[in-house]
C-alpha cells in the first residue's frame, strides 16, 4: 500500500507562486509514474502534470503549460509541483496521486490540499 500525503497549498494572490509536496511512503519502488490533479467546486476533477518515478519524462495539462513545474526528488520520495503566474481559476483542491505500471490507472490517491487563489 502506498501512502501520500500532499502539503504545500494555502491562499496567494493572482501571479503569485505555490509549491505544492507529495511525500510518498516507503514502497516507492513500486511505483511508475507520480501525478498531481485537481478538483474545483462543481467540476470534473482534471490532470495537471505528471512525472515517471524514473527517466525524464513529464507531462502537463494544456492550461498549465509554461507556468508550472514538476519535479521529484527520488532520496525523500517526494514529488513537487512549482506552480507559479496563478490565476483564479486555479482555484481548486489539488490531488496527488501514484500509478504502479504504465497499463494500471491512478491507483492511490492523497488526500488533497486546498489551493485558492485570491483575485
Known amino acids: 500500500q502506498v501512502h501520500l500525503v500532499e502539503s504545500g497549498g494555502g491562499l496567494v494572490q493572482a501571479g503569485g507562486s505555490l509549491r505544492l509536496s507529495c511525500a510518498a511512503s516507503?514502497?516507492?519502488?513500486?511505483?511508475?509514474?507520480m501525478g498531481w490533479f485537481r478538483q474545483a467546486p462543481g467540476k470534473e476533477r482534471e490532470f495537471v502534470a505528471g512525472?515517471?518515478?524514473?527517466?525524464?519524462?513529464?507531462d502537463y495539462g494544456e492550461f498549465v503549460k509554461g507556468r508550472s513545474t514538476i519535479t521529484r526528488d527520488n532520496a525523500k520520495n517526494t514529488v513537487y509541483l512549482q506552480m507559479n503566474s496563478l490565476k483564479y481559476e486555479d482555484t481548486a483542491v489539488y490531488y496527488c496521486?501514484?500509478?504502479?505500471?504504465?497499463?494500471?490507472?491512478?491507483?492511490?490517491w492523497g488526500q488533497g490540499t486546498q489551493v485558492t487563489v485570491s483575485s
Open positions: 516507503e514502497r516507492t519502488f513500486s511505483l511508475y509514474k
Open positions: 496521486a501514484a500509478r504502479s505500471s504504465y497499463s494500471s490507472p491512478y491507483r492511490y
Open positions: 512525472i515517471l518515478w524514473s527517466g525524464d519524462g513529464t
